[in-house]
């Protein structure tokens, strides 16, 4: 056993250095072409090589003989004592027992459990005769369950309901199991990983352990982390459906104090470095709040997280913004006020109201409203046709004053049409092909009503002038507004 042990060992040694000079020849015969055309076609030929006489393989195979060398050593050295010094020996004997049951259960868990890290190079054998025998046992019991079907159904209706169950569980065993076994235990991982109904939770865990990452408590670290969260994260970040609470707090938190350190007046940052920063952080509340207008948050029985509305709903930053030198900052943060008045309408009145209504909402939306009192938001809560108009007033009079005085890119176009549509309640057009589809359909949609017509129709013929042609597929750029008409006058 020890020669045999050390003839795999040498072997092994021989094959690491064959598999390394093998490396080093993948690396280095493309690089004799000059031209990168020519070096993608030698590497290409080389990698479709790789594929064919399935080198993963043979890499796999070192550390599986190494490990069988070890064990090969391990039975000699038992075999060796046991000739000279039984009581040496059977200890020798319980400590590779135990060695082994450790191997064999490091071998098995990660076919039980995908995420297990725990691995050795006989796992994805394991793998493939683990699924293979559960397979074709799943096949032996439906073999057997048709032979005796006609036999079994006739004993009692109960049983025939039983059978159809059994047999419908087993026959997605063998197709899961089929599916898993030509995956392979790499492939499933990756598979379970992404169809797992963890998965949303998981990837907010992450998140979670990433935000309170020391290198991440520099704002500008922050500010790039925030700028690369997708259209959909942001929503789910800010949800207390979160793994816990105080991590959408917290997130809340460090986006309003990210806010707070680029606001003008503000020192320590460049004016573009400024601008930049302050349109990140705008642009990260503005998906969160638009998602609670849109399906499914608009339909959830509960208000607003306290977080959002604590936060970003605050007049002492909203008033600055509003009149900022940006023409985006000003058209991103009316949007965020209207889309944000909007959903604590719905809260805190209409026929399904989530909370009773506080003296710091009614004072918040008065302002935004441009109302000298809350008492008539109050008295309109009821009915939402009578204060919905208020915001949707609000709005477009707080657009127009940075249309009238410099141009807009599409980003911009698109949030003051994104934001129209869900204040008129219009279907949904974030799928057109072009922001004219849009700004039609809108246009018709205000047709319809005559106070609509009236407060939005100005706003779309500006933008109809601004952009007549195409501009979906178009780079954003830079265009000047017409001032053609005057600004609509307040709707109550």
């Known amino acids: 056993m020890w020669i045999l042990s ?64 070890v064990f090969l050593f391990f039975v000699g050295l038992v075999i060796f004592f046991f000739t000279i010094f039984t009581t040496v020996a059977i200890i020798i004997s319980a400590s590779v027992g135990i060695f082994s049951i450790a191997y064999i259960a490091l071998t ?24 293979t025998v559960v397979r074709y046992l799943a096949a032996l019991f439906l073999w057997i369950e048709a032979i005796f079907h006609v036999h079994l159904v006739q ?12 047999r419908e569980k087993f026959e997605r065993c063998v197709v899961d199991h089929d599916r898993r076994r030509k995956d392979g235990l790499r492939m499933s991982v990756a598979n379970r990983a992404q169809g797992s109904p963890e998965y949303r939770q998981l990837e907010l865990q992450a998140l979670h352990w990433l935000l309170h990452v020391p290198a991440l408590s520099e704002d500008s670290t922050f500010q790039n982390f925030v700028s ?15 793994p816990d609470f105080q991590f959408s707090s917290s997130f809340s938190h460090r986006l309003r104090d990210l806010l707070l350190t680029c606001l003008p007046g503000t020192t320590g940052l460049t004016a573009d470095a400024q601008q930049h920063r302050l349109l990140t952080c705008l642009d990260a509340i503005y998906r969160g709040v638009r998602a609670y207008n849109v399906a499914p948050l608009d339909q959830s029985d509960g208000p607003i997280p306290d977080n959002i509305r604590v936060n970003f709903a605050e007049l002492r930053i909203m008033r600055v ?16 006020c209207a889309l944000l008045a909007r959903r604590i309408l719905r809260d805190i009145g209409g026929p399904r109201s989530r909370r009773a209504p ?32 208020m915001n949707l007033n609000s709005f477009v009079r707080g657009v127009h004053s940075p249309l009238l005085e410099r141009g807009l890119t599409n980003k911009e176009i698109t949030s003051i049409l994104d934001t129209l549509t869900i204040l008129m309640d219009a279907e949904n057009s974030s799928r057109r092909n072009s922001l004219q589809e849009q700004i039609r359909a809108l246009t018709q949609r205000a047709e ?45």
């Open 6 to 69: 050390l003839v795999v060992s040498i072997t092994c040694a021989l094959l690491a250095t064959l598999m390394q000079q093998w490396a080093r020849q993948y690396v280095l015969l493309p690089q004799l072409r000059t031209t990168p055309r020519e070096r993608a076609h030698v590497r290409s030929f080389l990698f479709f090589g790789l594929k064919q006489f399935r080198m993963s393989y043979a890499v796999e195979l070192i550390p599986t003989l190494l490990h069988l060398a």
């Open 108 to 131: 098995i868990l990660p076919c039980v459990y995908l995420n297990c890290p725990y691995r050795t190079p006989l796992s994805n054998l394991s793998w493939y005769v683990w699924h």
């Open 155 to 166: 004993v009692h209706r109960r049983v025939q309901h039983a059978l159809t169950n059994w």
């Open 321 to 336: 913004l509003w009149s900022d030198q940006g023409t985006a900052v000003r058209v991103r943060a009316r949007c965020i």
């Open 358 to 389: 506080m003296e710091a909402d009614l004072y918040w939306l008065a302002a935004v409203f441009d109302k000298p009192s809350s008492n008539e938001i109050y008295n309109s809560l009821h009915n939402l046709a009578e204060v919905d108009p």
């Open 448 to 492: 319809t009503s005559g106070c609509l017509q009236q407060l939005v129709t100005p706003l779309l013929e500006h933008l109809h002038e601004a952009f007549p042609t195409d501009v979906g597929a178009a780079p954003a750029v830079s265009m000047p507004i017409p001032m053609l008409l005057p600004v609509p006058q307040s709707y109550s």
């Open 228 to 242: 690369t969260l997708t259209e959909d994260m942001v929503p789910r970040l800010l949800q207390p459906q979160a």
